[in-house]
């Protein structure tokens, strides 16, 4: 052992020394030799061999709990991927997938309710004696054009707001919407032509109460909404005579908010009487603004008018009506929702129509994460309706990861593999990602992680995980 005269110490080491502690004792003085002028540091110095391999340490931890989601429910219908969408997202991350639904061939599987709606004041009885011929031509044909449709039937009739009774209300419901063919039949039968008398009727206050009370009258949620609308004049407008009679605008807002689709049948042409606009606008005495009443409330709702109607040739009119009808009934429009109001889902390419029966409808969905495990349907449903076309299960962040992370202070290569029972668990040899589906809830499972440099060095990581009981909730059919 040397030292400078700057107190630098230095020493060779032989091999024999490893392993063995030496007590140094150093004097420091100045150039005289008196003592009171020096100091004496003592240590101890224990020889040891820098080790060629130090091992990695792992300095990750793992969530020790997993929540479950709930056991999905099976596809129902003709849907793509079968087997529904089961996937892993991180928070605030976003995934997209595709996803469709085909359409059976034939006649849709809906519901159905269809109102007729007369004008049965004083000049209507030869189209009054037409209807109810026809009602049953109707709706036999009807029933045998939608096979898969349940149709209810409903009648209601309007007059003037003078002419007392229910028409002081604007409507006269006289049967209710049913599947009994001769319920309906017979309230039909029972109408005769009286009252009115100063040409326009109560047509639009009749409409806007049907509209905003469908429901109380027989309405099944989910059905497609149609009213069969007779009438040889239209109706009053704008609280004329000082009477309630609703804006022609409040009236069209009112049956597309109920989403119900008007079919008027007139004996007139384009323009005239059902489908006139000058007459009303001369007796409130401003100008014409070009809409037709008829064919506004026809077109405003989704609906058609039909003009020249012949009503004593009742095959025509059914055939003409029905044919109407049953197209519209097979023109569907599809969206796809979430039953988990909870998840963060987008259609991002929102309604898809029209489309018919045999056709595909396919939509591309996007998932954003919320860190949170959850288990829920797609459902295609008739647009507007909630009428159920197909649903497949979704299962987001169901399965446990884990990536383990380890430092090599030599900077060494690291893998990793699993030590012992792995219950089922994969771990990626280059990334220490653990990827674990979990089958049984309510209890624990132990798992054991090595860590190896490329030069042999292995710390070990032990850990337990538990999963907890499957999170159960109301789930839609």
């Given at each position: 052992?040397?030292?400078?005269?700057?107190?630098?110490?230095?020493?060779?080491?032989?091999?024999?020394?490893?392993?063995?502690?030496?007590?140094v004792r150093l004097h420091v003085r100045e150039s005289t030799t008196v003592d009171q002028y020096s100091a004496v540091q003592e240590f101890d110095l224990m020889v040891l061999v820098d080790p060629a391999n130090r091992p990695p340490v792992i300095v990750s931890e793992p969530t020790y709990v997993h929540r479950l989601p709930a056991d999905p429910l099976p596809s129902d219908g003709d849907v793509t991927p079968v087997d529904g969408l089961h996937f892993a997202v991180?928070?605030?991350?976003?995934?997209?997938?595709?996803?469709?639904?085909?359409?059976?061939?034939?006649?849709?599987?809906?519901?159905?309710?269809?109102?007729?709606?007369?004008?049965?004041?004083?000049?209507?009885?030869?189209?009054i004696d037409s209807v109810k011929t026809g009602f049953a031509n109707i709706a036999n044909e009807l029933i045998s054009d939608l096979p898969n449709a349940d149709l209810h039937?409903?009648?209601?009739?309007?007059?003037?707001?003078?002419?007392?009774?229910?028409?002081?209300?604007?409507?006269?419901?006289?049967?209710?919407?049913?599947?009994?063919?001769?319920?309906?039949?017979?309230?039909?039968?029972?109408?005769?032509?009286?009252?009115?008398?100063?040409?326009?009727?109560?047509n639009l206050?009749?409409?806007?109460?049907?509209?905003?009370?469908?429901?109380?009258?027989?309405?099944?949620?989910?059905?497609?909404?149609?009213?069969?609308?007779?009438?040889?004049?239209l109706g009053w407008e704008d609280g004329a005579k000082g009477y309630p009679y609703?804006?022609?605008?409040?009236?069209?807002?009112?049956?597309?908010?109920?989403?119900?689709?008007?079919?008027?049948?007139?004996?007139?042409?384009?323009?005239?009487?059902?489908?006139?606009?000058?007459?009303?606008?001369?007796?409130?005495?401003?100008?014409?603004?070009?809409?037709?009443?008829?064919?506004?409330?026809?077109?405003?709702?989704?609906?058609?008018?039909?003009?020249?109607?012949?009503?004593?040739?009742?095959?025509?009119?059914?055939?003409?009506?029905?044919?109407?009808?049953?197209?519209?009934?097979?023109?569907?429009?599809?969206?796809?929702?979430?039953?988990d109001l909870s998840v963060q889902f987008t259609n991002t390419t929102g309604v898809v129509g029209v489309i018919h029966p045999g056709d595909t409808?396919?939509?591309?969905?996007?998932?954003?994460?919320d860190g949170q495990a959850h288990s829920f349907d797609l459902q295609f449903v008739r647009a507007g309706t909630g009428v159920q076309l197909g649903k497949l299960p979704v299962t987001v962040n169901a399965d446990w990861s884990y990536d383990v992370d380890a430092i090599d202070p030599g900077e060494d290569d690291v893998t990793y593999q699993p030590i012992g029972d792995s219950h089922g668990a994969s771990i990626a040899p280059g990334s220490g990602v653990i990827a674990w589906q979990p089958i049984e809830s309510n209890r624990s499972y132990a798992f054991t992680v090595q860590a190896r440099n490329s030069r042999g060095g292995t710390p070990l990581r032990r850990g337990r995980s538990s999963s907890t009981t499957r999170a159960m909730g109301m789930r839609a059919p």
């Open positions: 052992m040397q030292i400078t005269t700057e107190g630098r110490i230095t020493w060779t080491l032989s091999a024999v020394r490893v392993g063995h502690q030496y007590r991180a928070p605030n991350q976003t995934i997209t997938r595709q996803v469709s639904v085909t359409l059976p061939p034939g006649s849709p599987e809906i519901d159905v309710d269809v109102f007729f709606l007369v004008d049965t004041t004083g000049s209507m009885g030869s189209l039937f409903a009648a209601a009739e309007f007059k003037d707001f003078e002419d007392g009774g229910s028409f002081s209300n604007g409507l006269e419901i006289d049967q209710s919407l049913t599947s009994n063919l001769s319920a309906v039949q017979g309230a039909i039968n029972g109408w005769s032509a009286s009252g009115g008398g100063d040409t326009p009727e109560q206050a009749a409409m806007e109460k049907l509209a905003n009370n469908w429901s109380l009258y027989g309405g099944r949620q989910g059905a497609q909404q149609i009213v069969i609308y007779a009438a040889d004049i609703p804006s022609l605008d409040v009236v069209i807002g009112s049956l597309v908010a109920a989403d119900v689709a008007v079919y008027a049948l007139s004996n007139y042409g384009v323009g005239e009487r059902l489908d006139a606009d000058g007459y009303l606008d001369w007796y409130l005495q401003i100008p014409e603004d070009g809409r037709k009443q008829g064919s506004a409330i026809a077109a405003g709702t989704g609906g058609e008018i039909f003009y020249n109607v012949n009503f004593g040739d009742v095959a025509s009119v059914s055939d003409t009506i029905t044919g109407s009808i049953t197209s519209a009934v097979n023109d569907i429009t599809v969206d796809v929702i979430a039953s409808a396919t939509f591309d969905v996007t998932f954003t994460g």
